[in-house]
């Protein structure tokens, strides 16, 4: 069966701290991978995507950046944390048909 | 580029009654698929319903239903007979079908509150 691994649940972390979430994916193979944030009582914005290894496309220009160095693993990085990067984050893929999209239990960040 | 507009911040239900909630999309797109996702406050995304724009009957997923009507771009939930459990966020989104990227675009979504 296909899951998906984010972790961690929730992250409070000091302004100017670095910051690596990770997502993992089993049970699939060349998914498209996804990170939204979603502010709170928002809707969700895409950050990321990625259509293969070391392939990363920004939708929105920020303080963070987007790495896979393997084709189920997606890192959502930054090296000095902003208080305006604090939000409820998402990971997502899809695979190769189109049967929907699955979603972590996404990271809760706190910029203090 | 696409557009999901949900103009209904929160709605309120009897519990047993039934509820719709609206969605309005906009694309150049031919070939799309419109997705609805609930949110409860634990933050997790539901999958529940999806319906593509070339199919001509309305989804339908258990107490779930679809209302496409593709003419005015518009694809609204309904939720029959309504339980407290249904009480969350619930967000439209879509996605093209033909293009590598196939993100999701969101709406801004509508807070259900199901009253007993």
């Known amino acids: 069966s296909q899951t998906i691994h984010q972790w961690p649940a929730t992250l409070v972390q000091p302004v100017g701290s670095p910051l690596s979430l990770e997502c993992t994916v089993e049970?699939?193979?060349?998914?498209?991978l996804y990170w939204y944030r979603q502010a709170a009582g928002r809707g969700l914005q895409l950050l990321f995507y990625?259509?293969?290894?070391?392939?990363i496309s920004s939708e929105v220009p920020q303080n963070l950046s987007a790495s896979r160095p393997q084709d189920r693993q997606f890192i959502l990085s930054s090296k000095k944390l902003l208080l305006s990067d604090s939000g409820f984050y998402l990971c997502?893929?899809?695979?190769?048909?189109?049967?929907?999209?699955?979603f972590g239990s996404g990271t809760r960040l706190t910029v203090v | 580029a696409q557009k999901i507009t949900q103009t209904q911040p929160g709605m309120f239900v009897q519990e047993k009654e039934a509820v719709t909630l609206d969605c309005t999309y906009d694309?150049?797109?031919?070939?799309?698929?419109l997705f609805w996702y609930k949110q409860p406050s634990s933050g997790e995304m539901i999958f529940l319903i999806y319906?593509?724009?070339?199919?001509?009957q309305n989804a339908t997923e258990g107490r779930y239903s679809l209302n496409f009507q593709k003419a005015r771009k518009s694809a609204n939930l309904v939720i029959s007979a309504s339980q407290l459990g249904d009480s969350a966020m619930y967000f439209c989104?879509?996605?093209?079908?033909?293009?590598?990227?196939?993100?999701?675009?969101f709406g801004s979504g509508t807070r259900l509150q199901v009253q007993p």
């Open positions: 997502a893929w899809i695979g190769t048909g189109f049967d929907g999209y699955t």
């Open positions: 049970g699939t193979s060349n998914p498209n």
């Open positions: 990625s259509v293969g290894i070391g392939q």
């Open positions: 694309t150049s797109d031919q070939s799309y698929g």
């Open positions: 319906q593509g724009s070339y199919d001509e």
């Open positions: 989104a879509m996605s093209p079908f033909n293009t590598g990227r196939r993100a999701l675009t």
